[in-house]
């Protein structure tokens, strides 16, 4: 798999590069595992929440009285019973000094910023009543008018909160002129418009719902010193902060606990009202109590992802040779500014050039407020439409020139031996070999011979047309060196932790601040500590998640596990063995510089002595006798801060048939060659791979969150909001080449998004190839069949999709709770 | 998603489900394989207070050979519809429409009755069953009556069962030696029909002789396409042939506009569709 990749002459023995089964997956599979819901504790009491119908109300009552009454309820509360306790939602990245924020109360008690937000909770004894209860919660509203559409709202026709006086939140920009990283854009667009190629699109990243498998759920536990959150979380380490910072708690009164979590995509790095209303109610009752959300409130209320309009201007020289680059971008915010929030679109900023050499590039992002779920980071955040907007434009001029899309980009990039570059947004891309990757691909997919079919089903002008997509994308991952978070006002630093025990029996527990989510870090961690300390791969335990157990860390997001977390945990092992040399030096009755180190056993040079490190272990256990002044411990821990990003690259191909009598689509070939570094587990990377391709070939097929005219979310259950599965894709040729990064030790780069980030475009740019020649040039995402097929018998590419629900399920909008349930039977004898 | 409180009986016989109907009336409802009405339950769009269960009801279950017609009992599971040989003999259609309906574990919990009964527009078996001219054998306590297909399906999620009544079978007659193909157009794979077409064609000597023509998701009911029928009598199983007589497809039909389509593109589609499912049809 790792062809270009050297390996060490060991290699055999080696746990790095092989491809181990999960050895945590039979319980997370099976469900027999620590799953937030599964969590029982003594007295607990269960809730649930009473949620707003409407987009933009005022609450002019709410009437708890039936709902107290009912059966085995314990207390209703509502954000009026409630004062500064209950804490506030936190935006850490507010991208500009000036940005509009609005406060984000977790249960707002005077107005409703979405469908979906909560105005009530219910405390019962079992969570069937607790749900029954919240049907009986009498709220009035008074509707607002909504700002629903991104462009109406950017331009303040109606405000999402009157208060602020205006949609628009921030205003960033980031110009190479300026930052003398490059030229200025308008002369280079200026210039082409006389005597170049000018490419001018706009491009429609359509809202999407992370829709993740293991719904959100939380659990607080108050009775303790510390209080306990147990949380359906990627971020524990960032909650317990927020926790303490905006609820009065003391941090380390706090316990955060993210017991096995699954799945996210970005869709759990948050902190929820659910979370907050879930801790105020804990605190005030002083029982245990659960939330879990149903699959409904999910998709409704559980942030969104992507939702923008990128205008896009791309100048180049005749010949193909990009000059200049200009992106203007609305993002929707949604109701509130999330943790993350305005930064999503911000990450993107520095990817829009991606890997061509672009002399003059200007980007400005203005981040607008609407009454829709609010939006944040969803798997590659804010990368994926960054490459979506360039590999679409470079397949765009490919087309205006008149050349082959990959020898557009071949003209264009940056070249091998050109490495290390600094591009015209001010990155350092330190390693990479787009040529190589290029190539692999280009014989594995058989690009000649396809494109040769492509020409022959035009001329002969079948019904079932054939396009090739390509995408060469890169991306950076390994979030994020501390430094460059600070210039660009993000509220935390990138760094990780990591902390190595050496236990009496030689067995190893290890702990990091990456908690992950689904991805395999038990796994790949395991892998890294056993070569490291040569112990057994099963002798290693990785421990995670829980605040009290690695106290210290940043988290999962943003492909940064391996990158960042994986090298703190490289420098712990590596300091267990430096606090373990001289005691081995002691116990063997040798000199310190006579102390080899290699596959587990430190041995006396030129003798056949040695001792393995698990018996160092036992011996420093027993403490009987080691050296004067040295401590009965090898524990180490280390907190790395990268120095640079990671810059993942590859080339995908795509190949599409569309029937032009239906517009309907089927993947021919799909191949991926990804350059992701130094690969610990091949079997991880192809499951991360192949989920990122499934999950960025849904954005360009299949999935959208569609709003009706009221601001109700109508794809709000997997009838609507199409999830593909298995029956849906095909089986991907995934290869890899290796430029290994070069600013730490493991040489590995990410690859949790990279799937996603290069999938879509690959995608889109294949359908459009192959109906261009009938006169299409851009298909709206998801390129459903009825676009498709409309943009090829008509003008315009179809519009918004149509805000209206297939009705399988016989009832009316029954978008909250107030809805009054069983009205809508029609015969009596429905079976 | 927890369902309201609800009591449940599961009767053995259809008279003591029949008896349960009475006494409860408008709130109750009857469970078959429950997949439709659990996922109304669990999204509280509906609060029985009590839901009968047929599944305990033997005689319900089951395919048999009555002369010139086979009756599929109402709680056959999908599943054994599919693969019974008296269906693939004498109405393959039925069997070509049981392979696309939604995925493996609803093709075993869910059951032929309960999906009919249902009446969702978009739902597989209505085209194929109005196609094939069945009809619905419906007991209430004063006996037992027959409804033809046509008569059947009233409206979305309507149909002439009485509030007092229960299906219990549906007998087809027998199209043996009828080609058949059920051609389904979707996004993926385990959603309803944006359009369905049902078709099923007896060939004589290269040309079709007898057609028969369903369309789902085409209106608020399973439609006939009488129109492409009547087209297609007589004519050669030939591309060209075929093509002009599916242009009728969508005449007299009122198709939704959703997120997967408008009416427009689906009466478009019907055409098309309607073409490919004669021919496989025909071919197959």
């Known amino acids: ?831 | 998603m927890i369902p309201a409180q609800f009591d449940y009986v599961a009767p053995t016989s259809v008279e003591d489900a029949l008896a349960a109907l009475a006494e409860h009336g408008d709130d109750a409802k009857i469970i078959a394989g429950g997949q439709s009405l659990l996922p109304v339950l669990r999204m509280r769009l509906n609060a029985p207070e009590i839901v009968i269960d047929l599944g305990r009801i033997d005689s319900l279950r089951g395919v048999r050979d009555d002369g010139d017609a086979i009756v599929i009992g109402a709680m056959t599971p999908h599943s054994v519809v599919g693969a019974d040989p008296l269906v693939n003999e004498h109405a393959l259609l039925i069997a070509r429409a049981v392979e696309h309906l939604a995925d493996a574990q609803v093709r075993h919990r869910g059951t032929f009755g309960g999906a009919l009964a249902h009446a969702d527009p978009a739902g597989d078996l209505g085209a194929p069953v109005r196609a094939l001219g069945a009809s619905f054998v419906i007991q209430g306590a004063g006996g037992t009556r027959t409804v033809s297909a046509d008569d059947f399906f009233v409206d979305l999620f309507e149909t002439a069962i009485g509030d007092d009544e229960i299906l219990t079978a549906v007998r087809v007659p027998k199209h043996t030696g009828w080609g058949a193909h059920y051609e389904k157009f979707v996004r993926v794979a385990h959603q309803w029909p944006i359009v369905a077409v049902a078709a099923t064609v007896r060939v004589e000597g290269g040309a079709i002789a007898e057609a028969r023509i369903g369309l789902t998701n085409m209106g608020s009911t399973p439609l006939r396409a009488t129109a492409v029928e009547a087209a297609l009598a007589g004519q050669p199983a030939t591309e060209d042939a075929v093509r002009a007589a599916a242009a009728h497809a969508a005449e007299r039909t009122s198709p939704p506009s959703d997120l997967n389509g408008d009416a427009d593109y689906r009466r478009h589609l019907a055409t098309v569709i309607t073409r490919r499912a004669v021919l496989a049809a025909a071919g197959g």
């Open chain 1, 1 to 831: 798999m790792t062809a270009t990749q050297e390996r060490p002459a060991d290699a055999v023995d080696r746990e790095i590069g092989r491809d181990r089964r999960r050895k945590e997956d039979q319980r997370l599979i099976t469900g027999r595992t620590r799953w937030t819901d599964n969590i029982v504790l003594p007295g607990m009491l269960h809730l649930a929440m009473v949620r707003s119908p409407f987009a933009h109300a005022t609450i002019t009552g709410i009437d708890t009285s039936a709902a107290r009454s009912a059966p085995n309820v314990v207390a209703v509360l509502t954000g009026a019973d409630f004062g500064e306790e209950l804490g506030v939602c936190i935006n850490a990245w507010p991208i500009t000094p000036d940005q509009v924020a609005p406060v984000h109360c977790p249960m707002p008690s005077d107005r409703v910023s979405f469908a979906g937000e909560i105005v009530a909770v219910v405390v019962a004894r079992s969570a069937a009543e607790a749900r029954d209860a919240a049907e009986l919660v009498d709220v009035e509203y008074d509707e607002l008018p909504a700002a629903l559409d991104l462009k109406a709202a950017a331009a303040d026709e109606v405000i999402a909160h009157p208060d602020l006086g205006t949609n628009k939140s921030a205003l960033w920009v980031f110009d190479s002129g300026e930052a003398g990283t490059g030229g200025n854009v308008e002369d280079a667009i200026g210039k082409a418009r006389t005597d170049g190629i000018v490419i001018e699109r706009e491009y429609r990243q359509q809202r999407l719902i992370p829709a993740f498998m293991e719904p959100r759920s939380v659990v607080v536990d108050p009775t303790g010193e510390q209080y306990v959150m147990y949380s359906a979380t990627q971020i524990p380490h960032i909650l317990r902060f927020a926790l303490a910072a905006t609820t009065g708690v003391s941090e380390s009164k706090i316990r955060v606990i993210a017991p096995d979590v699954g799945g996210g995509f970005g869709g759990k790095l948050q902190v929820t009202p659910e979370e907050w209303i879930a801790w105020a109610v804990g605190r005030r009752i002083g029982k245990p109590v659960k939330y879990t959300e149903t699959r409904s409130e999910s998709l409704m209320s559980a942030h969104h992802g992507r939702d923008q309009w990128q205008k896009l201007t791309l100048s180049a020289e005749k010949d193909g040779t990009v000059t200049g680059l200009k992106v203007e971008l609305l993002a929707d915010l949604g109701a509130y500014v999330a943790i993350v929030g305005g930064g999503v679109p911000v990450l993107g900023a520095f990817m829009f050039n991606a890997i061509y050499k672009f002399p003059a590039y200007h980007f400005a992002c203005q981040t607008v407020l609407t009454n829709k779920t609010w939006t944040d980071a969803y798997r590659g955040a804010g990368r994926p439409e960054a490459t979506y907007a360039i590999e679409r434009l470079m397949d765009e001029l490919a087309a205006e020139v008149g050349a082959d899309p990959l020898a557009i980009r071949e003209k264009n990039w940056i070249r091998h031996e050109e490495f290390p570059f600094t591009t015209v947004a001010g990155l350092e891309y330190d390693s990479g070999n787009y040529e190589a990757a290029t190539a692999k691909a280009r014989e594995m997919f058989g690009y000649d011979e396809l494109r040769s079919e492509q020409m022959a089903r035009r001329a002969s002008g079948d019904p079932v047309q054939l396009g090739i997509g390509v995408s060469t994308f890169t991306e950076m991952c390994g979030l994020a060196p501390s430094r460059v978070l600070g210039q660009l006002d993000y509220g935390a630093g990138g760094w990780e932790y990591a902390s190595v025990r050496m236990l009496a029996t030689g067995k190893v527990e290890v702990t990091t601040g990456a908690s992950a989510h689904g991805q395999g870090h038990e796994t790949a961690f395991s892998q890294i500590v056993a070569d490291r300390l040569g112990v057994a791969f099963e002798d290693v335990e990785i421990l995670h998640g829980d605040t009290a157990v690695a106290h210290k860390g940043l988290d999962t997001y943003g492909s940064r596990s391996l990158a960042v977390g994986g090298e703190a945990l490289v420098r712990a092992a590596d300091k267990v063995v430096e606090k373990a040399t001289p005691i081995a030096a002691h116990l063997m009755e040798a000199s310190v510089d006579d102390i080899e180190f290699a596959g587990g056993r430190f041995s006396v040079r030129g003798t056949d002595q040695g001792m393995a490190i698990g018996e160092i272990a036992t011996a420093v256990f027993a403490a009987h006798n080691l050296p004067d002044g040295v401590e009965a411990s090898l524990d180490s821990d280390a907190t790395y801060d990268p120095v640079n990003f990671s810059f993942p690259h590859g080339t995908h191909l795509c190949a599409m048939e569309v029937d032009t009598e239906t517009g309907a689509l089927r993947m021919r070939k799909y191949v991926a060659c990804d350059d992701i570094g130094n690969i610990i587990n091949p079997l991880i990377v192809s499951g991360q791979v192949h989920g990122g391709l499934v999950q960025g070939i849904a954005q360009a097929l299949w999935e959208e969150a569609v709003y009706d005219e009221g601001g109700t979310l109508v794809s709000g259950s997997f009838v609507d909001y199409l999830l593909p599965t298995a029956a849906d894709t095909i089986s991907f040729d995934i290869d890899h080449t290796t430029s290994p990064a070069t600013t730490h030790s493991l040489g590995v780069k990410g690859v949790g998004e990279a799937g996603t980030i290069a999938s879509t475009p690959a995608v889109v740019n294949a359908v459009v190839d192959a109906v261009r020649h009938l006169g299409v040039t851009d298909i709206q995402m998801p390129c459903t069949p009825e676009r498709v097929w409309k943009a090829i018998n008509g003008p315009g590419a179809g519009g918004s999709t149509e805000g209206a629900a297939m009705p399988h399920f016989e009832a009316g909008g029954a978008a909250g709770n107030q809805e009054q349930p069983g009205t809508s039977s029609t015969e009596g004898a429905g079976q």
